[in-house]
């Protein structure tokens, strides 16, 4: 798989990546290295990391053994906050880190998003590598330099952006994480596809089953997320694209919380890309055999959940709350055609209530 190489960041693939790794903690010669993980990470990918970076390449092995370190959080979003920084910064200055030390985050996105900030904010900022170990980091929370925590259940509210130095993509990763996981991920790659082009969407709805996520899928959505994001690395106008799903995803993400019931951010989604689907047939004349046709895709990973009228009314209420509104009415990103998106389209309460009857028929 080729290479993306750019001015502030660059992404291997496979082997190659450790390789980079490797060439790149011999030039740069870092006094530390820290490598962050989850306690699942720890338990499936530390081990296969390790033998690829130090066995496969014994001449860094040497350089490195006596300046590397492990520190190890809970799983789940419970670890991303600022205390949870503020103990890993206290690792890293009791440890001897210092601006020329190294953070390799060896996680989803969890982990990218912790340790991005905490290297963003350790010293005013040191270099920093991902290794993502997820679906949903590998194509997108590893990629496009957010970094964050979550402070009073408001997530990503702390953060700045800052690119890593490296993004290793190895999806043998993959060969562990949960069904849900990858399903969850999965989200993030059919909307690439739709953003991208019809040939994209055509590639991805051969998919019958997670194991035919290939390298070259993973490999597209990245480029496609990073088409995007290119011109517009703070979000003010076309990145903006990849709210598709995420409006009506967000308010039903956030509808489960505050009922108590679980959900993952990435089904939340799954539901979000059929109505905004949806949408975009009403609103900008998306061909109606498109959507039925993301809609059949979907549901054929996803089991289909169903919303009462109170559970929908709260869902549209909770619509203006989602920090990326402006102002009180909700914009939604909508497609014209497939691999045509647009941004800031004011939909009216009844086409929301009439998205739902069809996600439910
Ligand atoms: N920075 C961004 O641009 C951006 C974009 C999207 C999402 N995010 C953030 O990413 C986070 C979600 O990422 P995620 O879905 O990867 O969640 P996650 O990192 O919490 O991983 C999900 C679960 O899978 C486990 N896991 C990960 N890799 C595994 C593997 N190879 N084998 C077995 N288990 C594994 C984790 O331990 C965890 O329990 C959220 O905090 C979200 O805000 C950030």
Redesign the pocket.
Known sequence: MKSIIKQKYSIFFGSLGYVKLNELIKRKKYNKILILS?F??EK??LSHFQNQLLTTHPIVENEIINNLFYYSVT???IS?NISESVKIINFLISNGFKRNSLIINL???????LGGFVASIFMRGIEFVNIS??L??MI??SI?G??GVDLNNL??IIGSFKFAKYILIDPL??S???KR?MN??FSEMIKHSLLDSKDHWKKIKLISHHSNISEELIYDSINTKINIIENDPKESNIRKFLNFGHTLGHAIETYYLESNKEIL?GEAILIGLILESFLSHKILDLELKDVLEIKDFILKFSKKISFSKQDISRIIELLKFDKKNKDENARFVLLKEIGKPSFDNLVEIKDIMEAFQFYDN
């Open positions: 989850d699942n990470t499936y990918c799983p789940g979003e991303k996680g989803g996105g969890l982990i990218t998003d170990t997820s949903l980091g997108d929370a496009g957010k970094t997530k990503n990763f993959l562990t994480l949960s996981q969850s991920g951010h």
